[in-house]
């Protein structure tokens, strides 16, 4: 994949930069050093202070029907998780669907954004964001977050930490689009740190069993949780 790299010193959010960007091409990647509203799933905010973290969304068109663009967060996620571990030596694991933690702290969130897709089937884009705490020294005190600074005690490189996150999701991506699915599936289940804890899904609070072929989380479910992670 080539991609096209545009860096901007502060932004609102690089999700909104890329989907305002509907005629870009595939490798399109928007890079801030510093988000002012940062976005996570579920309209969550994402912490972004200046030149503390790698802010980044990419702008892909995969050839994937409307029902079949959830498989990305698994290409993505799995993608990130590799760079992390990587560039920081830690063993960095993947939280379904799309965070990865260190020692059970968010260290990388994921949030993918989809235009033009239709329920017919009509393709359109996809916009991943992805944020990773890479030399934060802090968090306000009701995240349960880490940094790469923080477990090891010394700052990264983020060109390092940036060119590893890009070399991995190409990587993946390419191989997504050549094998399918399955192949992705099995290296990230490699790195799943979900199944055989306890979780929640949706309404639901238990123990998860297994990632299904079709990306679900089965439980084993306990007592009913009025709060989804």
Not at 10 to 34: H, K, R, W
Not at 89 to 114: H, M, S, Y
Not at 156 to 169: K, V, W
Not at 181 to 207: N, S, Y
């Amino acid at each position: 994949m080539n991609f096209a790299i545009h860096r901007f010193d502060s932004v609102a959010s690089t999700n909104d930069v890329a989907l305002q960007m509907a005629d870009a091409p595939e490798g399109t990647v928007i890079i801030a050093g510093e988000q002012t509203a940062g976005k996570g799933r579920r309209g969550r905010k994402w912490s972004s202070p200046p030149g503390e973290g790698l802010y980044l969304s990419i702008v892909l068109h995969p050839s994937l029907p409307y029902n079949k663009l959830w498989q990305m967060a698994f290409v993505v996620s799995l993608a990130a998780c590799e760079a992390i571990r990587e560039v920081s030596g830690l063993d960095a694991r993947i939280k379904q669907p799309n965070d990865i933690l260190i020692n059970a702290r968010k260290v990388c969130g994921i949030l993918i954004e989809t235009r033009g897709h239709g329920d017919a089937g009509t393709r359109g884009f996809v916009v991943i964001g992805i944020g990773i705490n890479v030399n934060n020294q802090s968090f306000p005190p009701d995240l349960n977050a880490t940094s790469l600074a923080l477990e090891l005690g010394r700052t990264f490189s983020m060109p390092d930490m940036e060119n590893a996150l890009l070399r991995c999701l190409d990587a993946r991506y390419e191989q997504f689009l050549t094998d399918g699915f399955q192949p992705i599936l099995e290296l990230w289940k490699a790195l799943d740190c979900t199944v055989g804890r306890q979780t929640t899904d949706h309404m639901f609070e238990g123990t998860g069993l297994e990632v299904a072929e079709n990306g679900d989380l089965q439980i084993q479910s306990g007592r009913d949780a009025s709060v989804a992670e």
